[in-house]
């Protein structure tokens, strides 16, 4: 391998680790809107869609403040 191919290895590399998604707070808005939008009977990939997050990442939302509200 020569200086120029370890040289694009490297640009590659960092580019696909700056597309590289990072983790976003949820806001109080955000979770109303997935109380108000989840209790309206969309489902969760529908919310995600509308909120610009995976639907993993919401119904792991969703089940943590209902869980929370349970206990209060």
């Given at each position: 391998m020569?200086?120029?191919e370890n040289r694009?290895?490297?640009e590659a590399s960092v580019t696909t680790m700056e597309k590289k998604r990072t983790y976003r707070h949820w806001t109080t808005l955000e979770d109303r809107k997935l109380l108000e939008l989840r209790l309206s009977g969309m489902k969760f990939r529908e919310?995600?869609?509308e909120l610009s997050?995976?639907?993993i990442s919401v119904e792991k939302r969703y089940r943590k403040i209902t869980v929370a509200q349970?206990?209060?």
């Open positions: 020569n200086g120029i694009n290895r490297l919310i995600a869609q997050r995976t639907a349970d206990y209060l």
